[in-house]
């Protein structure tokens, strides 16, 4: 069992094959449960509609953005699947947030694994999602930009959004994450609430 919160950031820890992808893909609805309850509030997972999808952002290993096109026209495409209204204005906003303002126009082909990854988050934070889970985040990210994603997260958590974190690099979410989660073979193996050090989630990493 497991539950989440609105304001509350979750880190999922767990070696390789412990199941930890699989459950994101599952609470992103692109995986079907073969057993066991997920619930949206009151919605169970056979009954979601685009709307419990609507509140969801995904941030997995694959960037899920066309190389063709230029970082501004992906997030387009993206707004006119959410509805948005006033898509270049709140275009603007989230690549402002990820720090790709400069790189609107920038075929997504020619840009690095970080700047792909930055602009994976703007296209997750596009329509505001309630539900945010992130894949491993900070692949590809240098110093800077991970202190940048780090202040998006706490930023979208005082909002009320829940977060869902997977992650090998534990540590820079120490302040930030309210419970830490360690999945063995697809079962919760140890919760335990924050605040952490840093030391403490990478010891109960290796765990």
């Not at 400069?102 to 988050?121: I, K, P």
């Not at 703007?122 to 505001?128: F, N, P, Q, S, V």
């Not at 994450?177 to 140890?190: K, P, T």
């Amino acid at each position: 069992d497991l539950t989440l919160r609105p304001g509350t950031c979750t880190l999922l820890l767990g070696h390789n094959g412990a199941g930890k992808s699989t459950l994101l893909g599952i609470l992103a609805t692109r995986l079907r449960p073969t057993r066991g309850d997920v619930l949206y509030g009151t919605t169970p997972w056979e009954r979601v509609d685009a709307a419990v999808r609507g509140a969801i952002g995904l941030v997995p290993h694959a960037a899920l953005l066309y190389g063709d096109l230029t970082a501004a026209e992906n997030l387009n495409f993206y707004a006119k699947l959410h509805g948005l209204l006033e898509p270049a204005k709140r275009i603007r906003e989230v690549l402002g947030e990820v720090g790709m303002l400069a790189e609107a126009d920038r075929q997504v082909r020619t840009c690095s694994r970080g700047m792909l990854q930055r602009l994976s988050l703007a296209r997750a934070l596009l329509h505001g999602p309630k539900l945010l889970l992130l894949d491993e985040p900070f692949t590809g990210l240098d110093q800077e930009s991970g202190e940048r994603l780090l202040a998006t997260l706490a930023d979208y958590r005082g909002r009320g959004c829940i977060l869902l974190v997977i992650t090998h690099r534990p540590g820079p979410l120490a302040t930030l994450c309210d419970q830490a989660v360690l999945l063995r073979a697809g079962r919760v193996g140890h919760e335990t609430a924050g605040p952490f050090q840093p030391a403490e989630l990478e010891r109960l990493l290796l765990s």
